[in-house]
């Protein structure tokens, strides 16, 4: 009973009140975990939008921005390069010292400095050493100016179709070219490049989702810190070309699967060549007009009208003997990129005719090693290849109506 008795005793001093009023009188103590933790997060990865702050193209209209009242709202970016001349980044600020990249003129790297160029009138600037009550142009006068020397292209024989991807490019800072859902996405991007209206947005997925555009997108804004990478690092296996021709050719894939193209349903309109600093432009425009040929020969046996002579192979071979074939549909106009070390030349081919020369024009050169470009390039990349994928959809409803009339005409011959 002795025993009974302690383990009461015990029991109640456990749950006494006065022992619980005890403990509430103690001071609080916040409880600490038994050990610290010293395994530090992640530094984030920097974004670019210091960079970005600065992204201006020359030809920026100050327009109001549809439905935003931020300070973004208004775009206030010279217009004329020769008035702000002193203030545009120069090509060697990039880096210093043992990292410094080089950014030698066109004809270094044997592009021609043409008469007309997409990208001559794009400029960056240093917004702090501007003073807007000192700017004095009009967008208007700008935008007519630009017109004037797109149309004139024509007179340069230049076809419809490249004077178009042309005039993109020449004012992708004039007018919108993402949808406004992209605008978190590209923080510090003016939002005058931003539309709520889905149809005026030219960088869009067709099919495809939404995000998987933004991010193919997205890929090429950060693409020049990678191409430069590799010169800092004096990097042995991967060259500036050879990330630039990776680069384009993922968009380029984007760009198919999201409009459903492929080898079985379509005629592709853009190659891409590549090769190093040391290879001749030359040799790097006949490499690309033999492959661009290749395709022109795709799209003559495919808009030829059959005559006497079924095959096209065996055109081409008495075409000096006989008149130039015809066709239903004109050969259209061709497209290729051509990088070399950090420079990226966009060209535009139409084919020769019977008797004729081919067409190689440049649509614009561009140069990676300047870090304040990097999202006027991505976006006039982007338009390029957009542009690409809008025609090849195009030209894919005229072959699919060819093969349709071709089907029905075998239907109806007897000896068929």
Request: charged share 30%.
């Amino acid at each position: 009973m002795a025993f009974l008795s302690r383990l009461s005793d015990n029991f109640w001093s456990f749950v006494s009140p006065r022992k619980t009023k005890q403990q509430r009188d103690k001071p609080f103590k916040a409880a600490t975990p038994a050990s610290k933790i010293s395994k530090k997060l992640p530094t984030p990865v920097p974004n670019l939008t210091s960079q970005m702050r600065r992204y201006r193209s020359l030809g920026s209209p100050a327009v109001e921005v549809e439905g935003s009242s931020s300070k973004r709202s208004r775009l206030s970016t010279p217009a004329s390069s020769a008035q702000f001349e002193s203030s545009a980044t120069s090509e060697s600020d990039d880096f210093e010292g043992d990292t410094l990249i080089d950014s030698p003129d066109y004809k270094s790297y044997g592009f021609d400095q043409e008469e007309y160029n997409a990208n001559d009138d794009t400029i960056v600037v240093d917004e702090t050493q501007i003073d807007p009550d000192e700017l004095t142009w009009d967008p208007d006068e700008e935008r007519r100016a630009r017109e004037k020397k797109a149309d004139a292209l024509l007179e340069h024989g230049w076809s419809a179709d490249a004077i178009k991807v042309f005039k993109r490019i020449q004012n992708r800072g004039f007018e919108p070219l993402m949808p406004w859902d992209w605008e978190k996405d590209f923080e510090a991007i003016p939002l005058a490049l931003f539309t709520k209206d889905w149809n005026r947005a030219y960088i869009k997925p067709t099919f495809g989702t939404e995000f998987r555009a933004c991010k193919a997108l997205q890929n090429l804004v950060y693409l020049g810190p990678r191409v430069r990478d590799t010169i800092i690092n004096h990097s042995s296996t991967r060259q500036p070309e050879d990330v630039l021709g990776k680069a384009i050719e993922d968009y380029i894939k984007w760009s198919h699967e999201d409009a459903k193209l492929n080898a079985s349903n379509c005629i592709p309109l853009l190659s891409v060549v590549t090769g190093s600093k040391d290879t001749s432009t030359k040799d790097l425009q006949n490499t690309l007009i033999d492959a661009l040929e290749v395709t022109a020969d795709r799209y003559r046996e495919a808009f030829v009208i059959h005559s006497s002579v079924e095959d096209v192979s065996t055109i081409n071979e008495i075409s000096s003997e006989i008149d130039a074939p015809e066709f239903t549909q004109p050969i259209p106009t061709l497209y290729g990129a051509i990088m070399t070390h950090t420079m990226m030349g966009l060209l535009a081919y139409d084919s020769p005719g019977h008797g004729e020369a081919p067409q190689l024009r440049t649509v614009g050169i561009f140069d990676w090693g300047k870090e304040d470009y990097d999202f006027w390039n991505a976006l006039a990349l982007a338009i390029f290849v957009v542009h690409c994928r809008d025609r090849a959809i195009e030209l894919k409803e005229v072959l699919d109506n060819l093969e349709g009339e071709l089907g029905s005409d075998d239907s109806d011959d007897p000896d068929a």
